[in-house]
């Protein structure tokens, strides 16, 4: 692995279903996000983590979960999906801990249709 | 609130520059970045300003004037792959990013 990986690379889901987007970084950065990106709208920040064991709440979290059990990895839970969860998810890292400014690096995205 | 403007899209001749500008409002600022994104991939880091000025690197620069809450991306020599959305975002007091729609730049041969 080098980078962020994100599985699935998308899927299809009935409303109601329950469902874990993965994410994992091999590059030891303190810090995960996840976004949505909406056509449209700018990159919207759902939950965030600035170092293992923590985790914040975004600009849009209502309808998602996370957890930080280690450094690599960055689960999203939808607990029951909707169709306006109907997005690009993208998880990223950076070496911060929320307090500097480095950059964020991304995963290359799942697409998730909720019908 | 916060607010990031930036045009919805731009075109542009292979081998001419281009700026593409980006106005923000938010709450305390820690640094602007601009992003590129290819369609269907994810945002890649171009540039990061913290300080008025310009920032040169290779055929992109990005300027930033913080009293005017104004940044721009300028991109000379322009080559087909230039083709893309580009993103401008704000670390702002709580270092969240809050991210622009994007611009998206086609370039036409």
């Known amino acids: 692995i080098a980078g962020i990986t994100q599985a699935p690379t998308s899927q299809i889901l009935a409303a109601g279903r329950r469902m874990t987007l993965r994410c994992t970084q091999d590059m030891r950065h303190n810090a995960m996000y996840w976004y949505r990106q909406d056509l449209g709208l700018g990159l919207r920040l759902i939950h965030y983590?600035?170092?293992?064991?923590?985790?914040g709440k975004g600009e849009v979290p209502d309808g998602y979960s996370v957890s930080r059990a280690n450094t690599d990895d960055f689960p999203l839970t939808l607990a029951s999906a909707v169709p306006s969860q109907t997005s690009v998810y993208f998880c990223?890292?950076?070496?911060?801990?929320?307090?500097?400014?480095?950059?964020?690096?991304f995963g290359p995205g799942t697409r998730l249709t909720v019908l | 609130g916060q607010n990031i403007d930036q045009p919805t899209e731009m075109t542009a001749t292979e081998g001419a520059i281009v700026q593409i500008n980006c106005t923000y409002q938010t709450s305390g600022f820690n640094g602007l970045f601009w992003y590129q994104q290819h369609a269907g991939e994810a945002p890649t880091f171009l540039s990061y300003n913290v300080l008025d000025g310009l920032e040169e690197k290779g055929r992109f620069s990005s300027f930033l004037s913080r009293s005017k809450g104004y940044s721009y991306l300028l991109l000379k020599e322009l080559q087909m792959k230039d083709s893309a959305s580009y993103l401008c975002?704000?670390?702002?007091?709580?270092?969240?990013?809050?991210w622009g729609a994007g611009t998206k730049l086609i370039i036409k041969p």
């Open positions: 975002a704000v670390l702002d007091s709580n270092y969240q990013l809050i």
């Open positions: 983590s600035n170092t293992a064991g923590t985790t």
């Open positions: 990223a890292s950076s070496d911060s801990q929320g307090f500097g400014t480095d950059t964020q690096y």
